[in-house]
């Protein structure tokens, strides 16, 4: 089984400071995981994915995220907000191959003040 | 190219109402899924479809729900008889291929279902 909890339901920050999202999952097998964007009434966007490659991952929009196996967490960072990011994140884990099912987070929402 | 396209995006019906959601998906992709978005339960997986196996329903809620997918391609979602608990946001994901690790599925932009 495998569940993700995000660790705040709200972030707000200032424009041209950091972000912090915090995730952890558990699972029982070692899982690919992902962050997903979704602004207002729109769809889910990728920002980017885990996939046991390097720990380090990059997204779009400037964002990244590190995998810690030992701490079972993969939070995203921004290093410098931009309004354009007020939004809900999401993290989702896939656990090993063959399972399509993503689980998802609760989301984070991201208020951005100018 | 294009994405994942939903219709209607908006969808205001009466209880005891049956309604049908379309999902389009990215032209090329064989994997097929639904989700719902609500307020209490988050977002949660309903259906999947891979190419002409038998679709995993193990997520629907109820009886009442039921999803086909024709020709591979073009996938309606129904709702029967709808209750008010059945308000959400329904999305639908494509893939590529599935069964492989990390496969990345595309959203829609969903269909906001609010049963009055």
């Known amino acids: 089984a495998q569940s993700v909890t995000q660790l705040d339901s709200h972030v707000s920050v200032s424009e041209g400071t950091p972000v912090l999202l915090r995730c952890n999952y558990s699972?029982?097998?070692?899982?690919?995981l992902f962050w997903y964007v979704q602004h207002p009434n729109k769809g889910l966007q990728l920002l980017l994915k885990y996939t046991s490659a390097a720990t380090l991952v990059k997204g779009i929009n400037g964002f990244e995220a590190e995998f810690k196996k030992s701490e079972t967490s993969f939070h995203l960072t921004k290093p410098s907000a931009h309004m354009s990011d007020a939004a809900e994140y999401f993290c989702?884990?896939?656990?090993?191959?063959?399972?399509?099912?993503?689980?998802f987070g609760a989301g984070t929402t991201v208020t951005v003040r100018a | 190219g294009a994405g994942v396209s939903q219709s209607p995006s908006n969808k205001v019906t009466e209880k005891g109402k049956d309604v049908e959601l379309r999902c389009d998906p990215i032209s090329g992709h064989t994997a097929l899924y639904w989700y719902r978005q609500s307020l209490g339960q988050g977002l949660e997986f309903l259906i999947y479809?891979?190419?002409?196996?038998?679709?995993?329903k193990s997520g629907l809620p109820s009886d009442r729900f039921s999803a086909e997918r024709t020709g591979g391609s073009v996938s309606t979602l129904t709702i029967q008889r709808t209750q008010q608990e059945d308000s959400a946001v329904y999305l639908c994901?494509?893939?590529?291929?599935?069964?492989?690790?990390?496969?990345?599925?595309?959203f829609g932009p969903g269909t906001r279902l609010l049963v009055l």
């Open positions: 479809f891979q190419g002409n196996s038998a679709p995993d």
């Open positions: 989702v884990v896939n656990p090993s191959s063959n399972d399509y099912k993503l689980s």
């Open positions: 994901a494509s893939s590529l291929v599935t069964g492989v690790s990390g496969v990345t599925q595309y």
């Open positions: 699972s029982s097998y070692s899982p690919s």
